[in-house]
């Protein structure tokens, strides 16, 4: 099994790893619950995207996506969480 | 060698990820999920992409993804930590054992 095999099978595990936070994103009975699978789902999201420019050969410009990805990841969550937290009342 | 423990790490931290994956719609309650989110994703995507940077070699990209591993490990508990904490403030319960599962 040479590299590009295995990095296309480890693609292939993060694929599933991804789908299936979309199960609690959809049926979370809370708003903090589908807020925790999209946090999950980015951060799976870098990994993809660092493998994809590995197996493309274009890691130099796949990295700069990767850093802005995770910022605006943790400026999203992060800002959410404020803004529920804010608002208080029923969730 | 290094290919070897490039592979290694990819392969460790891609089982972590999977993990977690099954760990966020598995567990009981929100509190419980806080912790398949911020735990095996850090470490998950620590190792990978250290082992994508020990593919790459010596260079700035690799640096560059380093830098991410190092933001990363502050940032996804940063912002775990913020979601539990507004949880709380606004009043989500925690489940207990022998209620139901919601």
Do not use: C, Q
């Amino acid at each position: 099994m040479n590299l590009e095999t295995f990095l296309h099978f480890i693609a292939l595990v993060l694929a599933l790893a991804l789908l299936l936070p979309f199960f609690r994103v959809y049926k979370g009975p809370t708003l903090f619950d589908r807020m925790a699978g999209l946090s999950v789902i980015g951060s799976k999201t870098i990994v993809l995207l660092a493998i994809v420019g590995v197996v493309y050969g274009r890691l130099d410009m796949f990295v700069d996506i990767v850093i802005a990805y995770s910022l605006l990841n943790f400026v999203g969550t992060v800002a959410v969480a404020r803004y529920l937290e804010a608002r208080g009342g029923k969730h | 060698m290094t290919e070897i423990l490039a592979v290694l790490f990819i392969s460790i931290g891609s089982l972590f990820l999977l993990l977690g994956s099954i760990g966020i719609i598995r567990f009981p309650d929100f509190y419980a999920r806080t912790h398949a989110m911020s735990k095996p994703d850090t470490m998950g995507l620590m190792l990978t992409l250290t082992g994508l940077a020990l593919l790459n070699g010596w260079n700035l990209t690799s640096l560059k993804l380093l830098l991410v591993v190092l933001f990363v490990a502050m940032a996804t508990s940063t912002s775990t930590h913020a979601l539990g904490r507004a949880a709380l403030k606004t009043g989500l319960k925690p489940w207990f054992k022998g209620e139901d599962r919601k």
